[in-house]
């Protein structure tokens, strides 16, 4: 608003003071003071009835504007904004106005690129491939390269492949605007056609197109299609002529785009609910995953894609088989008898142990029980022979121990098998235990 400036005489001061509740702004010295008039309780028109009543003599002059209203903007004041001049390219960092509706509309000044979805537009990612030279058309279909890349805006998400340069391939999943135009010159009367093929495999719905002139006239083959592709999905361009020849004119293209969505504010990942062996961690939902952890990485793989790497655990401990026999067996002479046998699944290469227990006896106090572990039917692990000093029933002793192997990458059988060390003596075992873990 306008600021009224008044020129008083010294006497007027203290009591247009007493009039307002307070000094009014003063600006000058000696004699005569400016008077300064804007807002609040003293306002021009309390000013102008002040002076006519006490009979004091003053002088307004012209009166100046505010900063604001030097620059052409009242706050508060009905604004046309169409006279303002326009900035054709807004960039981030702009300024606009703002009604805070959590601060009772207070005025605020807000960047575009801090609003909601105010960052500057996403490109879209889109390959344009083009074929530079003429290419022969014969009376099979054949993929037709294209030797330019005119457009590639994000060779993760799309890329015209250097080494094969007849496709064009798809990183990511998603919704695809395909799109390819040629000029044919068949070399007589016979149909065109042209397809796109996903895979090398099948015909893309709605990518054929075909056309019949005369030898010699040129026609155009162009079609546009939407089509959905997954991961590492390609697609390749294919012409005929059918019981005939022909040519494409050079400057054939081949574009695909991907059709992203509009793009939404980041979220924050509010509603993401974390359990713990089923079960809800306590406030959740959360915001933040925050991975931990000896070796545990994190890194931003692009396209909005996080990778969390976590460490194998090692392999000491794992393969872990094992089997028992409670029973006891008893085997007369020297002849090997099989009393427990472990086979295992197919298990990595690697360095096993292998470890055993078991109760002994044997019939005769000056003959020997023995007892072994055979890997496979064919190598001994370990060999037991001792003799027993009481040749009584109820005499048994224990024997236990491990040793380690090397195992190959193929499934295995681990024998425990017992005998006597003479003829006519009886050797028995009980409470049989094989059990075998990786240890590198």
């Known amino acids: 608003m306008p600021v009224y400036r008044y020129k008083l005489s010294g006497p007027v001061l203290s009591d247009l003071a007493k009039q307002v509740g307070g000094p009014p702004t003063v600006a000058g ?7 300064d008039i804007t807002s609040g309780a003293l306002v021009k028109e ?19 504007d505010t900063p604001a209203e030097a620059s052409g903007v009242e706050i ?21 106005l ?3 509706s959590a601060a009772s509309g207070a005025k605020k000044k807000v960047q575009i690129g801090n609003l909601p979805g105010g960052t500057t537009s996403e490109t879209l990612a889109t390959v344009g491939a083009r074929r530079t030279t003429t290419f022969a058309i014969t009376s099979a279909f054949q993929d037709m390269s294209f030797d330019a890349t ?3 805006t994000s060779a993760s998400v799309i890329d015209h492949l250097a080494g094969t340069p007849d496709r064009v391939q798809v990183f990511q999943p998603g919704t695809y605007l395909v799109t390819y135009s040629m000029v044919v010159t068949p070399n007589a009367t016979s149909p065109t056609s042209a397809r796109v093929r996903l895979n090398d495999t099948s015909v893309v719905n709605g990518s054929e197109s075909s056309c019949q002139n005369y030898a010699a006239e040129d026609s155009t ?26 040519t494409v004119r050079a400057d054939a293209v081949f574009t695909v785009t991907k059709l992203n969505g509009a793009k939404g504010d980041t979220g924050s990942g509010s509603s993401i609910t974390v359990q713990g062996d089923g079960s809800p961690l306590p406030n959740t939902p959360h915001s933040t995953l925050n991975f931990t952890g000896t070796g545990v990485t994190a890194s931003d793989a692009g396209g909005g894609t996080a990778t969390i790497n976590i460490p194998s655990p090692g392999v000491f401990g794992t393969q872990f088989q094992d089997a ?20 295992t699944p197919v298990v990595p290469a690697g360095r096993y142990r292998i470890g055993w227990s078991y109760n002994w006896r044997c019939n005769s106090g000056s ?11 064919t190598t001994t692990l370990m060999s037991h022979q001792q003799e027993s000093q009481d040749a009584g029933a109820d005499q048994l002793q224990p024997a236990a121990g491990f040793v380690y192997v090397n195992l190959t990458n193929a499934a295995h059988t681990f024998d425990l098998d017992l005998s006597g060390s003479a003829a006519g003596v009886a050797a028995t075992i009980a409470d049989g235990r094989l059990e075998i873990w990786r240890v590198s």
């Open 76 to 96: 508060g004041a009905s604004i046309d904004f169409s006279t303002f001049t326009e900035k054709a390219a807004p960039v981030a960092a702009d300024l606009v």
């Open 324 to 343: 028992s026999n409670a029973s006891s067996q008893t085997q007369t002479g020297t002849t090997w008898a099989q009393y427990l046998r472990l086979t």
């Open 150 to 152: 005119d457009v590639e």
């Open 98 to 100: 703002i009604e805070d």
């Open 221 to 246: 083959l162009s079609v546009q299609f939407v089509v959905t592709l997954v991961a590492n999905d390609f697609l390749t361009v294919q012409v005929t002529q059918s019981a005939s020849t022909g």
């Open 29 to 35: 010295f000696g004699p005569s003071a400016y008077v």
């Open 46 to 64: 309390d000013l102008d009835d002040f002076m006519a009543s006490s009979g004091y003599e003053y002088v307004e002059e012209s009166p100046t």
């Open 367 to 377: 003959s020997d029980f023995r007892g072994r572990i055979e890997l496979d039917g």
